[in-house]
């Protein structure tokens, strides 16, 4: 009985140790392959998938740029009153305060220099002072681009560039994209099994970049330029078009 009862104990050791050690195994083998990616054999994908949507917000900049003497002060308060003047009138325009950010503001001396005589140049002399106010704006109402563009020129900006196109909010169009983009690396991967003779396992790794190409409006290079001829200008014609979202979608994908 007792010899009996000591086989028993000796196998069920005996199969204790041979479990621990298939176990020890399989548990070595995925930390192996979790832990160093590099153990898998597997092969790479590319692909870029795309949207088409329709801007909703057209985006500009301009400026108003005064020269005057050398009276600071005088000059400033001329820009000032310009820019209050096309600021009160956006707002007037239903064109929300967060979407008018000024940017930038400078003074900068201007200067004038002498003839040299017998080798002595004397300094530069400060003449007078430009000062510049740079403010950028969003529209969301494509019907006042046109006349708003055409009015802030005749309240005092002497310079607008920078119109262009743009998507808000661009998560449904990057959404479309992406799947566009998998699906097309889907097929991509298994064309590439079929003819290399291995099946597809399952993705390691997936890294993607997306970018979208905002719609400039060119033919804003018109009569809206610091020197331009005095006089009203006549409204631009503007058209958003379409913007297009491209995804680029890596996968890292296992061979089995």
């Known amino acids: 009985m007792n010899n009996l009862i000591k086989n028993v104990i000796g196998v069920v050791a005996v199969i204790a140790i041979l479990v621990m050690a298939w176990a ?17 054999r597997s ?7 795309e949207a088409v949507g329709v801007p909703d917000v057209a985006q500009f900049t301009f400026q108003v740029i005064s020269e005057g003497s050398t009276d600071i002060a ?7 009153e310009k820019m209050n003047s096309i600021i009160d009138f956006l707002k007037g325009q239903e064109i929300d305060e967060k979407d008018i950010k ?15 005589e017998d080798r002595v140049c004397p300094p530069p002399k400060i003449v007078g002072y430009t000062v510049t106010q740079s403010v950028q704006v969003k529209i969301r109402n494509f019907d006042k681009i046109s006349s708003v563009l055409k009015d802030i020129v005749e ?15 661009p998560t449904s169009l990057q959404d479309e994209a992406r799947s566009d983009a998998i699906e097309k690396a889907k097929e991509k991967a298994q064309l590439i099994a079929n003819d290399a003779g291995f099946s597809v396992g399952r993705i390691l790794e997936i890294n993607e ?5 905002p719609m400039y409006a060119r033919s804003m290079e018109m009569a809206v330029a610091y020197d331009m001829d005095e006089g009203a200008a006549p409204a631009p014609t503007i058209e958003p078009g379409s913007q297009e979202v491209k995804v680029n979608i890596n996968i890292r994908y296992e061979i089995n």
């Open 24 to 40: 020890s195994y399989e548990y070595v083998k995925v930390y192996d392959r979790s832990s160093e990616p590099t153990n898998y």
């Open 155 to 169: 309240k005092g900006a002497n310079s607008v560039s920078q119109l262009q196109f743009t998507i808000d909010d």
């Open 43 to 49: 092969f790479y994908v590319q692909a870029e998938g």
């Open 74 to 80: 005088k000059t400033q308060q001329d820009n000032t």
């Open 102 to 116: 000024t940017y930038n503001y400078n003074i900068n001396p201007r200067y004038t220099t002498s003839r040299c």
């Open 209 to 213: 970049n997306f970018y979208a190409q």
